[in-house]
T-cell receptor, first 115, second 117 residues
Framework: GAGVSQSPSNKVTEKGKDVELRCDPI?????LYWYRQRLGQGLEFLIYFQGNSAPDKSGLPSDRFSAERTGESVSTLTIQRTQQEDSAVYLC?????????????FGPGTRLTVT | AQSVAQPEDQVNVAEGNPLTVKCTYS??????LFWYVQYPNRGLQFLLK??????LVKGSYGFEAEFNKSQTSFHLKKPSALVSDSALYFCAVRGNVRSGNTGKLIFGQGTTLQVKP
């Protein structure tokens, strides 16, 4: 079946502009996660959604970052007033559930470059 | 607090030789442990996981990992490396939420595996 998809695959934006990144999880997956991967570094957790529960926003680096999810479907990550340090690959993942041993399935990522 | 350490930035091995990529973790309660692989310009792919049961877990592409509770380790292994195994490998841990963990997946910094012909 279809995996996690993300769009756009690449985004170049000017400093100070807002960007919106989209994630389509695997159908039926109730949990959705956003991560950031800076060049040569590991994954940095940003936020996750589980069904209708309040999202865990503890990883968002500043109030310029926000994310929404409609039910158990599409999620958007918005970065306002982008800065050069926001340049990274933004990865989305989904899983069957937040707890227990369900592995996360990752999308191909959106490469964001802030000039 | 949950944490994962991958002590080696890079592991070099000759094709056909066994390989080990190290991972240690810290979490309260019983851990859920995962290995992912990332090929260049690609997303992460799930390799294997330990939830409970046998300490030796077998996964995709001939990889396996050994859970060692006393050493809090979950090293990734393969008996005979292939050049195509060259990639970036991530270890990750999630604690049991009933033990006070958040349920988030915490990743190590990654280890680059280079297999030379």
């Amino acid at each position: 079946g279809a995996g996690v998809s993300q769009s756009p695959s690449n985004k170049v934006t000017e400093k100070g502009k807002d960007v919106e990144l989209r994630c389509d999880p695997i159908s039926g997956h109730t949990a959705l996660y956003w991560y950031r991967q800076r060049l040569g570094q590991g994954l940095e957790f940003l936020i996750y959604f589980q069904g209708n529960s309040a999202p865990d926003k503890s990883g968002l680096p500043s109030d310029r970052f926000s994310a929404e999810r409609t039910g158990e479907s599409v999620s958007t990550l918005t970065i306002q007033r982008t800065q050069q340090e926001d340049s990274a690959v933004y990865l989305c993942a989904s899983s069957l559930a937040r707890v227990a041993g369900y592995e996360q399935y990752f999308g191909p990522g959106t490469r964001l470059t802030v000039t | 607090a949950q944490s994962v350490a991958q002590p080696e930035d890079q592991v070099n091995v000759a094709e056909g030789n066994p390989l080990t990529v190290k991972c240690t973790y810290s979490v309260s309660g019983n851990p859920y442990l995962f290995w992912y692989v990332q090929y260049p310009n690609r997303g992460l792919q799930f390799l294997l996981k330990y939830i409970t049961g046998d300490n030796l877990v077998k996964g995709s592409y001939g990889f396996e990992a050994e859970f060692n509770k006393s050493q809090t380790s979950f090293h990734l292994k393969k008996p005979s490396a292939l050049v195509s195994d060259s990639a970036l490998y991530f270890c990750a841990v999630r604690g049991n939420v009933r033990s006070g963990n958040t349920g988030k997946l915490i990743f190590g910094q990654g280890t680059t595996l280079q297999v030379k012909p």
